[in-house]
């Protein structure tokens, strides 16, 4: 499980990174993505978050709830 508390404020600040098209840093399972936000969902009762690696194009997705850390970056 994810150690990220998943407050308003940090979904707000995602949400808006995703309007922005802003890069986000994240660990999933001691690996560190750095991806563009490209959309917020649900599948199931569960959230993803979906970004693009600027350097392939290739379309990543995360379930929140499996991140550790997220940094959004200005």
Known sequence: M???RWTPELMG?????VRLRQ???LT???TE?????EELR???NREQLLGYLPMTGETLTFFLDDID???IID
Do not use: D, K, N
């Not at 600040?13 to 990174?17: G, K, P, R, S, T």
């Not at 993505?33 to 936000?37: D, E, K, P, W």
């Open 2 to 4: 994810g150690a990220v």
């Open 13 to 17: 600040q995602i949400e808006h990174a």
């Open 23 to 25: 890069r986000i840093s």
């Open 28 to 30: 999933r399972r001691g």
């Open 33 to 37: 993505y750095v991806v563009v936000a």
């Open 42 to 44: 649900m599948a199931g």
């Open 69 to 71: 850390a997220l940094h």
